[in-house]
């Protein structure tokens, strides 16, 4: 098998330089990228999508996604940003390539760059706000990490609505609302979140503080209690703050 594929390597290698047509070219330097894959060769894979872009930047499109999920499946999120910012104006964009590079950004700690992402990824799809939670919850991580907790909270609503049985937004949603004093809110949402993606530490984190924050100290502290024995080391500075106890 692996002979076979050398020799694959070899005729797709020699199928570039015969001057075929466009998309046989294109074939070739898929064929060659995913034979080395196969064979476990992965840095020679990833050069020859690299010299893909380097060379066709406008036909490589499946050379950028290949690297860029790579990159994404690695969590290599400073190199993915870097590469998909820096890559030729000739290079078809996508939705989904501003989705990454906004994801990258974000968790990169660029939350200024990953906002510009999310408004390039916008402008890319046919609607102003098409129907994609993740668009919405990027924006809300970088309002939140940019200081803008309202526009966070609008963002993570959106999401909300796009998603309500998805248990990745409500953590974000609750505790922006605890910040913004909205205790009320915040224990609506934290309710709706333990009884559809069940008892997440840092909804019981901010379910407590909201609920202190009622002056329903019971609830609070067992809400607290909670947090801290399922791994919420910041409860238990709260409980210690707010009620003098020690986990």
């Given at each position: 098998?692996?002979?076979?594929?050398?020799?694959?390597i070899?005729?797709a290698?020699?199928?570039r330089?015969?001057?075929?047509?466009?998309t046989?070219?294109?074939l070739?330097?898929?064929?060659?990228?995913?034979?080395?894959e196969?064979?476990?060769?992965?840095?020679?894979?990833?050069?020859?999508?690299?010299a893909h872009?380097?060379?066709?930047?406008?036909?490589?499109?499946?050379a950028?996604?290949?690297?860029?999920?790579?990159?994404?499946?690695?969590?290599?999120w400073?190199?993915?940003?870097?590469?998909?910012d820096?890559?030729?104006?000739?290079?078809?964009?996508?939705?989904?390539?501003?989705?990454?590079?906004?994801?990258?950004?974000?968790?990169?700690?660029?939350?200024?760059g990953?906002?510009?992402?999310?408004?390039?990824?916008?402008?890319?799809?046919?609607?102003?706000?098409?129907?994609?939670?993740?668009?919405?919850?990027?924006?809300g991580?970088?309002?939140?990490?940019?200081g803008?907790?309202?526009?966070a909270?609008?963002?993570?609503?959106?999401?909300?609505?796009?998603?309500?049985?998805?248990?990745t937004?409500?953590p974000?949603?609750?505790?922006?609302?605890?910040?913004?004093?909205?205790?009320?809110?915040?224990v609506?949402?934290?309710?709706?979140?333990?009884s559809?993606?069940?008892?997440?530490?840092?909804?019981?984190?901010?379910?407590?503080?909201?609920?202190?924050?009622?002056?329903r100290?019971?609830?609070?502290?067992?809400s607290?209690?909670?947090a801290?024995?399922?791994?919420?080391?910041?409860?238990?500075?709260d409980?210690?703050?707010?009620?003098?106890?020690?986990?």
């Amino acid at each position: 098998a692996l002979a076979a594929r050398e020799r694959a390597i070899d005729l797709a290698r020699e199928a570039r330089w015969e001057g075929l047509d466009a998309t046989a070219t294109d074939l070739a330097w898929s064929a060659i990228a995913t034979l080395h894959e196969a064979a476990g060769r992965q840095a020679k894979a990833d050069a020859w999508r690299r010299a893909h872009i380097e060379r066709e930047p406008a036909r490589a499109y499946g050379a950028v996604a290949a690297l860029a999920q790579n990159m994404h499946a690695k969590q290599e999120w400073a190199a993915l940003a870097a590469f998909l910012d820096g890559l030729p104006k000739e290079v078809p964009w996508s939705a989904e390539l501003s989705r990454a590079l906004a994801t990258a950004m974000v968790f990169s700690g660029d939350h200024a760059g990953a906002k510009a992402a999310v408004e390039r990824w916008r402008a890319t799809v046919d609607a102003p706000w098409p129907s994609d939670w993740g668009m919405f919850y990027l924006l809300g991580l970088c309002a939140r990490a940019l200081g803008d907790k309202r526009a966070a909270a609008r963002a993570f609503d959106q999401a909300m609505e796009l998603t309500p049985d998805n248990p990745t937004v409500y953590p974000f949603l609750a505790w922006t609302l605890y910040e913004l004093g909205d205790p009320q809110r915040c224990v609506a949402v934290c309710e709706r979140a333990l009884s559809v993606i069940g008892r997440h530490k840092n909804v019981l984190h901010a379910y407590g503080g909201a609920q202190r924050a009622r002056g329903r100290h019971e609830e609070a502290k067992s809400s607290l209690r909670e947090a801290i024995a399922r791994g919420e080391p910041d409860a238990s500075a709260d409980l210690q703050r707010w009620y003098g106890e020690t986990a």
